[in-house]
């Protein structure tokens, strides 16, 4: 399949490490494709849904002790544990590599080894990168499938003398204990083993687009982000793009595809994607961006027609269920689904689920991996080879009471301090206590590939090199009253604030200064056709100070607990002091 002497070296020793009975090369084919399935579903891999409801769908059941991503098996390997940080775990590469080669010692024997060439990015984009993943399993290659560019063109980009990052899996027994997701950024390479879950196994995504990515931006001058991209098109037809980031259990991917309320006839949003973006200094000295998946693998639980009809309907064909529930007419179910609960259905456990049991018919992170192209909402740009031009970042967070609906950073520099400081407290739907602020930097808290010091000082470092800045902001959908009810109906009338956002961009709109940065005038949020009190509005764009002189205590500790080896750039603690000097004022 290839002539690059790269390749060949590696999968020489890899071969001679894993003893497979055969190799397949994945060439992309669908004819290849639709083999792999059948052999799957006669395995008991995977089970074919109704394929005149949901036609090309299936159905897999990972085991039980493996069905998240597992943060604290997750090592950034360096040769010096100062370059992971604070932040990763950490194991000298030489240690990690023979604790690793021993698990791998000829866990393919018998088995089949599948070589994935793919790439991370659209075709022919200055972007994209390229990826060679081994696995032993056939759902590993089907998702690629969906989340990847993959195959001959894959092959034909690479070259004879092209680099790629080296990716291996093996599902080995599954076992937790010995279980690892392991990240050597200086030797361009991906281990995984013992498990068979989409973020453990998929190594396009998070360990290559995320912590791998992250790595050679800060090397190369770009950032690897975990951020939506999409696009609001205004009745005029011009269409601006902002990058989004947010905590789990914040709503990335329902923002990524809202549906504009009616007082806002004429605007559409645009998905570019819903979950990481690469982002490079463009011809204009701006920052463009890509989403370098090709695919969506979201949480199935809670999405619905209400909550987002266009990722339902991206799920309606060519897609691959995970641990969702199996109803009696070959379709599935989670819960929060539209229409009644079904009254039998086998759980995702593969045992017989009645709603009266009270137990959870489709396991909470059960996931859907579905084609970004099938999505309605899809942009026209999401195959740009020169990606979108971006004019605003928005972070966000789950907070009852500290941060307003939304603000504006004063400069790049402040962003990248809000950013860094971004929080969210814990939801039921998690374990552990409810309430306690997790604080979660840019969202990459377990994505950071390398120090999170220098993670920081790349931030200011790149504000340093883009001529044409996009202008940052914070958000929060999850301010609650004095009685726990939430003040801001989120969803899709999280567009109100979007379209503000975009105004503050092109210079539309005014904005008051406060402590925090440029806070909306209540008179510019559109309330139009929304039943909330003006008052109510005043207090969601208003700035509790005894809250934030908590909050800037909470970020010293922040701060301290994470910047024990003095990386942190000084211009953070210079934001921290400017910020407790304002709020004191
Ligand atoms: C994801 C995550 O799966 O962030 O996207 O955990
Ligand atoms: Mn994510």
Request: aromatic fraction near 10%; charged fraction near 25%; glycine fraction near 8%.
């Amino acid at each position: 399949m290839t002539n690059n002497a790269k390749v060949k070296a590696w999968l020489d020793d890899m071969v001679k490490l894993l003893a497979p009975e055969k190799i397949v090369w994945i060439d992309g084919s669908e004819a290849q494709l639709e083999e792999l399935r059948a052999i799957a579903v006669s395995t008991g891999e995977l089970i074919k849904l109704n394929q005149e409801k949901l036609p090309g769908c299936y159905l897999h059941r990972t085991a039980q002790n493996d069905v998240a991503r597992v943060e604290d098996r997750t090592f950034i390997c360096t040769t010096k544990k100062e370059d992971a940080g604070p932040m990763n775990n950490w194991m000298a590469p030489s240690e990690m590599y023979d604790k690793l080669y021993k698990l791998y010692d000829k866990s393919y024997a018998g088995k089949t080894m599948y070589v994935i060439p793919y790439m991370m990015g659209p075709l022919g984009s200055p972007f994209s990168k390229i990826g060679i993943e081994l696995t032993d399993s056939i759902y590993v290659v089907l998702n690629m499938a969906i989340m990847t560019r993959i195959g001959e063109k894959v092959l034909a980009e690479l070259g004879d003398d092209g680099d790629f990052v080296k990716c291996l899996h093996a599902c080995k027994d599954v076992n937790p204990d010995e279980r690892y997701i392991v990240h050597f950024p200086e030797d361009n390479t991906i281990m995984s083993v013992n498990s068979a879950y989409g973020g453990n196994v998929l190594l396009g995504k998070k360990c290559f687009a995320l912590r791998i990515g992250s790595y050679l931006g800060m090397k190369e001058g770009w950032m690897a982000e975990h951020m939506l991209i999409l696009g609001l098109e205004n009745p005029q037809g011009e269409v601006k793009y902002v990058c989004a980031a947010f905590p789990s259990a914040c709503g990335k991917t329902n923002l990524a595809m809202l549906i504009p309320p009616e007082a806002f006839p004429g605007y559409k949003v645009w998905t570019v994607g819903d979950d990481i973006s690469w982002m490079k200094i463009g011809p204009d000295g701006g920052l463009w961006a890509v989403n370098p998946e090709a695919g969506f693998f979201g949480v199935a639980p809670g999405t619905s027609t209400k909550t987002n009809k266009n990722a339902l309907m991206t799920t309606m064909s060519n897609t691959i269920f995970t641990n969702v529930a199996l109803c009696d007419d070959g379709t599935v179910w989670w819960e929060g689904m539209d229409g009644d609960v079904p009254s039998h259905c086998i759980d995702w456990t593969g045992k017989e689920w009645t709603p009266d049991m009270g137990t959870k018919a489709a396991h909470p992170n059960s996931r859907f991996t579905a084609p970004a192209a099938q999505c309605p909402c899809i942009s026209s740009e999401f195959e740009a080879a020169g990606g979108v031009p971006i004019s605003a970042i928005i972070f966000g967070g789950r907070r009852e009471k500290a941060a307003p609906l939304c603000y504006e950073a004063f400069d790049w520099n402040h962003g990248t301090f809000i950013g860094s400081t971004m929080a969210s407290e814990t939801t039921a739907a998690a374990a552990g206590a409810v309430g306690v602020v997790r604080r979660d930097p840019m969202a990459m808290r377990p994505f950071i590939g390398y120090n999170v010091g220098d993670y920081f000082q790349h931030w200011i470092d790149m504000g340093g090199k883009v001529s044409k800045l996009p202008k940052i902001f914070h958000v929060n959908w999850f301010r609650k009253d004095d009685e726990g009810h939430f003040m801001w109906p989120g969803f899709g009338d999280n567009l109100r604030v979007l379209n503000w956002i975009v105004d503050r961009c092109e210079g539309k709109v005014d904005a008051k200064e406060t402590e925090l940065g440029y806070l909306p005038y209540a008179k510019d949020i559109n309330v139009e056709g929304l039943d909330i009190a003006p008052e109510t509005l005043e207090e969601l764009l208003s700035v509790d100070k005894e809250v934030w002189l908590n909050e800037v205590k909470l970020i010293k500790e922040f701060y301290a607990q994470f910047d024990t080896d003095g990386r942190f750039p000084k211009e953070l603690y210079d934001q921290l002091a400017a910020l407790e000097a304002r709020l004191n004022k």
